[in-house]
């Protein structure tokens, strides 16, 4: 297409020169926007406004790509990364470490070519340390190495450079010395042996030679410090990785050994269960059946004149209700211990539980004519399972009648005891116990269960009264001496419990 200029056609091209001048000057001034945009991130970053910060690196790069800024980029990821890396010091280590070794890596890639030693050991040292963060020593120790061999470099630079002036200064000395004829000899003192003075700029030059190459080797010493431990780090870290994995064997082992032991004992549990189960229940009804036929059987012997055979039926039914008895609380207990027994609690006027257990067993009291006395106020209430201090109290009254002798006595008080409890005390002035037999009283004797003596027991029914008295928030206590009587305390609280809905 052309164009007409005073009546002429021109097909005039622009000046690309011109135009290259004048994109170059929009460039750099795109440039030096971006460098104004990573100032103020410097600042806010340096005033811990992290994330203002992050908003101006993020509208300075785009700005600033291009070879004249590859260095001012670089500056910029490892800013962002020393953002991140302070963010995964304080929360979310696993995510902002991460997002810091991208960062790092980035201006690591854009000067991997660079001659400038002093950026790479910054940017190498924050990969090392965010490498040990992460727990990646042998990674840590790879970019330690590189970090030393950049110092050996600038080192290596910086004397040179050192040498280099020094050796320009040696000759302007020397060119501005040509000039000079005659040279001015010192005077020789007495004691020099002839030497002439060293000349200054050769002290200097030893001097400065010598304190660059202290600090070069005191930066490569700490260097190498800093290596060797991250290198104990590794071996450490390695002891310790197979110490877990040894204990993690031995845990798996052991989880399984407890796994196998676990069955084995929900299959003992099994069998226990059902032997209860045939014990309390399927055990009952014949003995059930036995005792009827000894009632019927002591009726019809009463009008015999055989005083043995009665003696006799009176033995076995005797026996026959200890043996039922005796499966009553195995059945209770058995339940008790497989949690199937959950109190119930409630309020009990003792007065009304007292009278309603001598009724009971008043005919047994008159057998062996012991006198009862109870002393029980009106309206005193403990809170309780009813049906569980019913066995309490009835297994204390008879173990009572049981080692009282004739003509002796049984006494039941109540009395206000500490912490919002109260007692109610069951004595006897019978045959006792020694101290040896009270130690073991609440424990299951299963060898005496067949003992034909009224006197002597499994023990069962009193550790059942333990247990019913301690699911109810109480305890039983007992005192005796051998020869004078034996006092059971059964201790029950006198108010509601705080969870329980008192019916």
């Known amino acids: ?3 007409s200029v005073n009546g002429q056609n021109s097909t005039e091209l622009p000046n690309q020169d011109s135009i290259n001048y004048y994109l170059q000057i929009i460039d750099e001034g795109e440039r030096q926007v971006g460098t104004a945009l990573a100032s ?35 500056k910029i990821h490892q800013s962002k990364g020393k953002i991140f890396e302070t963010f995964g010091d304080n ?21 991997e070519n660079s001659e400038i030693q002093s950026m790479k050991m910054s940017v ?33 630079d910086s004397i040179q450079s050192q040498a280099e002036s020094f050796n320009d200064l040696l000759n302007k000395e020397i060119e501005s010395s040509k000039d000079t004829i005659y040279l001015e000899i010192p005077a020789v003192s007495e004691n020099s042996n002839g030497a002439l003075p060293i000349l200054n700029w050769r002290h200097l030059l030893i001097l400065l030679l010598t304190i660059g190459l202290f600090i070069a ?50 299959r003992s549990n099994m069998n226990k269960d059902k032997l209860f189960s045939i014990i309390s229940h399927d055990l009952r009804s014949p003995i059930n059946t036995i005792s009827g036929f000894l009632n019927i059987l002591g009726s019809k012997l009463s009008s015999i004149g055989d005083i043995e055979l009665r003696s006799l039926a009176k033995e076995m039914t005797e026996s026959t209700n200890r043996l039922s008895h005796f499966l009553d609380d ?4 058995s339940m008790s211990q497989l949690g199937q ?26 057998a062996k004519n012991i006198h009862f006395k109870a002393s029980v106020p009106e309206h005193v209430n403990v809170y309780a399972d009813a049906n569980m201090l019913r066995l309490i109290v009835r297994n204390l009254i008879s173990n009572a009648i049981k080692f009282s002798r004739k003509d002796g006595y049984i006494a039941i008080s109540i009395k206000p005891g500490d912490k919002g ?83």
């Not at 994330?51 to 690196?57: D, G, H, K, W």
């Open 40 to 74: 103020i991130g410097y600042l806010y970053k340096k005033a811990g406004r992290y994330n203002t910060a992050l908003e101006y690196f993020d509208r300075a790069l785009p700005l600033m790509q291009g070879k004249s800024s590859s260095m001012a980029v670089a």
């Open 330 to 333: 195995l059945l209770r207990w």
């Open 124 to 156: 190498n040292q924050s990969l090392a340390d965010i490498a040990t963060k992460r727990r990646n020593f042998n990674r840590a120790v790879i970019y330690q190495n590189k970090v030393i061999k950049s110092l050996i470099r600038l080192y290596q």
């Open 1 to 3: 297409m052309s164009f």
């Open 341 to 366: 027994v959950k109190p119930k609690v409630e309020k009990i006027e003792l007065k009304k539980l007292v009278e309603e257990n001598y009724m009971l067993v008043k005919s047994r009291l008159k």
């Open 91 to 111: 929360a979310d280590p696993s995510r902002y470490y991460r997002l810091a070794r991208v960062f790092y890596l980035n201006a690591a890639k854009i000067i």
């Open 217 to 266: 080797l005191f930066g490569l010493i700490a260097q190498y410090r800093k290596t060797s431990d991250l290198r104990q780090d590794i071996a450490s870290n390695k002891t310790i990785q197979k110490q877990l994995t040894k204990q993690k064997e031995e845990l798996q082992s052991l989880n399984l050994t407890l796994i196998k032991t676990e069955k084995e004992q929900r």
């Open 421 to 503: 409890t109260t007692l109610i005390e069951i004595s006897d002035d019978g045959i006792g116990m020694s101290e040896e037999k009270l130690q073991s009283l609440f424990e299951f004797k299963g060898s005496e269960i067949n003992s034909g003596s009224d006197n002597e027991g499994a023990g069962l029914g009193l550790m059942l009264c333990k247990e019913f008295a301690e699911l109810n928030g109480g305890n039983i206590e007992v005192s005796s001496k051998l020869g004078e009587g034996t006092c059971f305390t059964i201790l029950l609280p006198d108010h509601p419990p705080m969870e329980d809905t008192i019916a």
